[in-house]
């Protein structure tokens, strides 16, 4: 249990719809260890999305209990999973999201600063995710100067900025090329692996499955396969 | 901060045009209400000297200074009632003169009130006239438009007599004409001649007092007068001066549609930028910013656009000021100034409440899903 980074524990998610009840979740129950990289399969309307917003305290579930490093998120106020966001978790989603009047390098140290880290420190871990992630040559463009690629492989080096012990992604190689995609999810689950973090990441993408530690498939709003 | 001012320096234009938009319509309030304020100076100021005082009008003048005329009966048991220290008549005769040697005519009105009121009125130039003197007078600096200057000489054609300007004064002026201040010997004199030139003797136009308008009504209250009297604050006096309202409310409304024009172009700008920017808020919500940094973010952005609109408002006012010719009457107090900019900060702050609450009610996941 130590090892635990994320844990769903029984956890059920439904909305009302008319008079009846829209049950979207029902008993997940799984935990992503450190430095594990679980994949998230299914087919549309399964509910993977509804699961990595859970995970990412951008719901909160009708029933059941989601711990984070050992926190239960649901405990916390609107304000408190905010900070927890900013702090813990860091989000890719399907598009990029970029603030549109930031420059590359900007995007990255607006979130340090959201987050308190000193300039320098975060100056430093910018240049190197840039490096890293091979756009220090684009780190004083905006947005809309960028290719798709180049714009969610930012998106990435923005959710690592804080050093988040959990990755949360949304289909991140949606708008990648193939050989893109591949190095993108390989480097991640090369950085989790190394740096003890977990990520969860929904793909419909089967030829990235083989860079996950395991695969989660859903279907109508339960885990179907864990393997 | 951060957040607001790189969006600032990012979308230059989109903010030149709200700031240039801004800026025309304050722009357009200042003129206004400088030319409004102008005009009640050149129609008014005269009388606004008075007004600390409540004054006493004859009934039938229905309120208008200019019609009213109290019989020195009705004056001298006025001011035994009241006390003759806390009241003086007020004289007032509008005529056409001449500057001597000169054929152009010049609309002009003489004041005489207690006899030590004339050191209350600035002087700008020149000097005080002699108390006993029956020629030396001071006038509104507003004269020199028609060629008169100090120390020239102007016959008045209601009476005859021929009076020197010896000192020029300042925002004293009554229905757009220059006031004269004459001394009592002079008003004494004035009046014997026209009186004789118009079969009717000169008559004070009011009867000014210290007290307070209910007090003076309490006290002249069934009192036995030949003539039937009204009590009026000396804001009722110059709300009735020929022209003033008609004036005045024309301009007010259009101050306050310009305002209220204001307000729907500050609260669309805000509302529209805002809910444009919904998958964006929604973005830096999810990624861990909180909504009360985003809501000091659009505050300060507001208050960045409306400095610099304003300042350019109030550069552009200035300029015209300058550039205004010496008829046109344009006056802006720094009171006035205030209140119009406070004004302008509280209808943005009120549309920019409308655009934080709009933040704290995007909800993360549909703002980015584009929903």
């Known amino acids: ?227 | 901060m951060y957040l607001s001012w790189k969006e600032i320096c990012h979308s230059k234009g989109r903010f030149f045009f709200m700031m240039l938009i801004i800026a025309l319509l304050s722009y357009l309030v200042f003129f206004i209400s400088g030319l409004a304020n102008g005009l009640s100076s050149d129609n008014a100021s005269a009388i606004e000297k008075y007004s600390h005082q409540t004054f006493i009008l004859q009934k039938d003048a229905d309120q208008r200074i200019n019609r009213s005329a109290l019989t020195s009966d009705t004056v001298n048991r006025l001011r035994d009632k009241l006390g003759t220290d806390r009241t003086h008549p007020l004289n007032l005769l509008t005529t056409t003169g001449n500057k001597v040697n000169k054929e152009q005519k010049i609309d002009l009105t003489f004041f005489n009130g207690q006899p030590s009121q004339s050191s209350s009125v600035t002087l700008i130039d020149g000097k005080q006239p002699n108390k006993a003197s029956t020629v030396d007078i001071i006038i509104d600096q507003s004269i020199q438009k028609s060629g008169v200057h100090l120390g020239d000489r102007i016959k008045d054609q209601l009476s005859g007599l021929t009076f020197r300007i010896v000192g020029l004064t300042k925002h004293t002026t009554y229905s757009h004409m220059p006031v004269a201040y004459l001394n009592q010997a002079e008003w004494h004199l004035l009046s014997k001649k026209a009186a004789l030139n118009s079969a009717r003797p000169l008559e004070s136009a009011a009867v000014l007092t210290s007290l307070s308008v209910q007090e003076a009504k309490e006290l002249t209250h069934g009192l036995p007068l030949s003539q039937d009297v009204q009590v009026l604050s000396a804001a009722d006096v110059i709300k009735s001066l020929p022209g003033y309202s008609a004036e005045q409310s024309s301009l007010t409304m259009m101050i306050s549609f310009l305002f209220l024009i204001s307000v729907f172009i500050l609260g669309v700008f805000f509302y529209i930028i805002t809910v444009q920017k919904r998958s964006q808020f929604g973005l830096l919500k999810a990624i861990g910013t909180g909504t009360a940094y985003l809501a000091r973010s659009l505050l300060f952005q507001t208050l960045i656009v409306l400095v610099i609109s304003l300042g350019i408002s109030l550069l552009l006012t200035w300029i015209t000021a300058l550039v205004l010719p010496s008829g046109m009457p344009f006056a802006l107090s720094l009171a006035t100034i205030g209140t119009r900019l406070a004004a302008f900060f509280v209808i943005s702050m009120i549309s920019i409440l409308l655009s934080i609450y709009q933040i704290i009610k995007i909800d993360t996941l549909s703002a980015l899903e584009g929903r």
């Open chain 1, 1 to 227: 249990m130590d090892n635990a980074i994320l844990s769903f524990k029984d956890v059920a998610k439904s909305y009302p719809d008319g008079e009846n009840t829209l049950d979207i979740l029902q008993a997940i129950d799984f935990q992503l260890n450190k430095g594990e990289f679980i994949g998230l399969v299914g087919p549309s309307g399964a509910g993977k999305s509804t699961l990595l917003s859970l995970a990412g305290a951008l719901l909160n579930p009708t029933q059941g209990e989601i711990y984070l490093d050992g926190i239960s998120m649901a405990s916390l106020s609107p304000k408190e999973q905010t900070a927890l966001r900013l702090s813990k978790i860091g989000f890719i989603f399907q598009s990029a999201h970029l603030v549109p009047y930031l420059n590359v390098k900007e995007q990255l140290l607006f979130v340090a600063k959201l987050h308190g880290t000193a300039k320098g420190d975060a100056n430093h871990h910018a240049d190197e995710l840039l490096d890293k992630l091979g756009l220090t040559h684009r780190s004083k463009h905006y947005p809309d100067k960028l290719s798709g690629g180049e714009q969610q492989r930012i998106a990435i080096a923005r959710a690592m900025m804080n050093d988040p012990s959990l990755i949360l992604a949304d289909e991140p190689t949606a708008s990648l090329d193939f050989s893109r995609a591949t190095s993108v999810v390989e480097w991640l689950s090369h950085e989790v692996n190394e740096q003890g973090k977990g990520a969860l990441m929904v793909t419909h993408d089967e030829r990235m499955l083989r860079f996950c530690d395991r695969v989660i498939q859903l279907e109508d709003g339960k885990i179907r396969s864990i393997s």
